[in-house]
């Protein structure tokens, strides 16, 4: 899942999920150099991101995906997921999403926890433009994805994600309900 997945499965922990976010920035297994909360948040980030990624559903459906979007299905799966939570949020959260994202917003991180200038950056571009509340419209996917395409090193075909998204959405939208329901389920018996 993308920024808004991760955040979600964070509880509604707002340093939780900045430390969540984190985990994208983070390499190797020593923690130690941490707070225990940026801690727990790189795992978190880890335990999602391979729960995702290990998925029998979403396995298949990056698989479909892949002729239209050859080496980065998976990442475009994540974009599409978090469109997907934004546009059902009411039947996973009882707080409206526009409420559980202002708290995201206006959260104050101590800078001196998260040593990384590419994340801080980030992070204060993301909350500035308020890029997660884009999600639940079509071109909040489609700039999520063009903005990531420019990001990854070689060329790709992720500046076609939305439409991507549009000639398969009903397929996205059904293994997104199933992931979902499989994740809400491992995450509360796995509760960091």
């Known amino acids: 899942m993308n920024f808004l997945g991760h955040i979600y499965f964070s509880g509604n922990d707002p340093e939780?999920?900045?430390?969540?976010?984190?985990g994208d920035f983070v390499k190797g297994s020593d923690l130690s150099a941490f707070h225990p909360e940026v801690q727990k948040g790189i795992r978190l980030h880890r335990k999602i991101d391979h729960y995702i990624d290990n998925h029998p559903e979403v396995k298949l459906l990056t698989r479909q995906l892949a002729p239209s979007l050859p080496k980065v299905a998976g990442i475009a799966v994540d974009i599409y997921f978090d469109h997907f939570l934004s546009k059902h949020?009411?039947?996973?959260?009882?707080?409206?999403?526009?409420?559980?994202?202002?708290?995201?917003?206006?959260?104050?991180?101590?800078?001196?926890?998260?040593?990384n200038e590419q994340f801080l950056h980030m992070i204060f571009r993301l909350k500035?433009?308020?890029?997660?509340?884009?999600?639940?419209?079509?071109?909040?996917?489609?700039?999520?994805?063009?903005?990531?395409?420019?990001?990854?090193s070689f060329p790709n075909a992720l500046v076609n994600g939305r439409m991507v998204l549009?000639?398969?959405?009903?397929?996205?939208?059904?293994?997104?309900?199933?992931?979902?329901?499989?994740?809400?389920?491992?995450f509360a018996k796995n509760a960091m």
């Open 128 to 152: 500035r433009g308020r890029w997660i509340s884009d999600y639940s419209d079509l071109d909040g996917v489609e700039a999520a994805c063009f903005g990531v395409s420019r990001r990854i």
């Open 166 to 186: 549009e000639n398969n959405y009903t397929a996205v939208e059904e293994a997104f309900f199933v992931y979902m329901n499989d994740a809400i389920d491992y």
């Open 89 to 115: 949020w009411s039947r996973y959260h009882s707080e409206s999403l526009d409420s559980f994202l202002e708290k995201f917003y206006t959260y104050h991180i101590e800078e001196k926890e998260y040593p």
């Open 16 to 22: 939780l999920m900045h430390a969540n976010l984190f």
